[in-house]
């Protein structure tokens, strides 16, 4: 069982936005502004994608966008594309953890 | 352009060992604390070790404590993770992963596969 909560599957239709949740608890999501999200195409090397909660590294569109809430982080995408489909991973900062983050389970994002 | 490839997977036998290796470039290596995080076939992201910049400092994730040891070699821009006692559940893919003082992971290989199957 992942540290970080994640729903298991979300889908949407080209164009149209959605919301990945990413559920920790006070000791890593809440307490810290280091919330980071991955995508993660089978077979190719997991990209960055937003780091500190909310920023984007450079080269990263515009339609991800990252935000926060309580232990509550959220990766938006808008605008999807039938590209946007692999897995998406948040990862929190940590001092709890000998690796000093914790993962959440994934997300497998559908394009429909 | 920051690149990290790994390489040394394969197939092995339970109870037996492989070296992973990641070259790194673009980036002034020594300057940066390097992980492990493997992907186990239908399982997410599982972080497997860490080791500081100058390689003096190592963790590991209690699965593979024992049995695994991690290194780097900064002059020659090298990762590497030394796998020994392994067994079936120890199956994924291999993925380097520079850290950032974010503590997120900004730069990935695109992973290297071990299959450990009698």
């Known amino acids: 069982q992942s540290a970080l909560t994640q729903p298991a599957s979300v889908s949407g239709s080209p164009g149209q936005s959605i919301t990945i949740s990413c559920t920790g608890t006070?000791?890593?999501?809440?307490?810290?502004?280091?919330v980071s999200w991955y995508q993660h195409h089978p077979g190719k090397a997991p990209k960055l994608m937003i780091y500190?909660?909310?920023y984007r590294p450079s080269g990263v569109s515009n339609r991800f966008s990252g935000s926060k809430s309580g232990n509550r982080a959220s990766l938006t995408i808008s605008g999807l594309q039938a590209e946007d489909e692999a897995d998406y991973y948040c990862?929190?900062?940590?001092?709890?953890?000998?690796?000093?983050?914790?993962f959440g389970g994934g997300t497998k994002l559908t394009v429909l | 352009e920051v690149q990290l490839v790994e390489s040394g997977g394969g197939v092995v036998r339970p109870g037996g060992s492989l070296r992973l290796s990641c070259a790194a470039s673009?980036?002034?290596?020594?300057?940066?604390?390097m992980n492990w995080v493997r992907q186990a076939p239908g399982k997410g992201l599982e972080w497997v070790s860490r080791?500081?910049?100058?390689?003096?400092?190592?963790r590991y994730a209690d699965s593979v404590k024992g049995r695994f040891t991690i290194s780097r070699d900064n002059a020659k821009n090298s990762l590497y993770l030394q796998m020994d006692s392994l067994r079936v559940e120890d199956t994924a893919f291999y993925y380097c992963?520079?850290?950032?003082?974010?503590?997120?992971?900004?730069?990935w290989g695109q992973g290297t596969l071990v299959t450990v199957s009698s």
């Open positions: 990862i929190s900062y940590t001092t709890t953890t000998t690796s000093g983050v914790v």
């Open positions: 992963a520079r850290r950032d003082s974010s503590a997120s992971y900004d730069y």
């Open positions: 006070s000791s890593d999501v809440g307490g810290y502004n280091y």
């Open positions: 673009g980036f002034s290596f020594n300057d940066y604390g």
């Open positions: 500190e909660v909310s």
């Open positions: 080791i500081n910049w100058s390689g003096d400092s190592a």
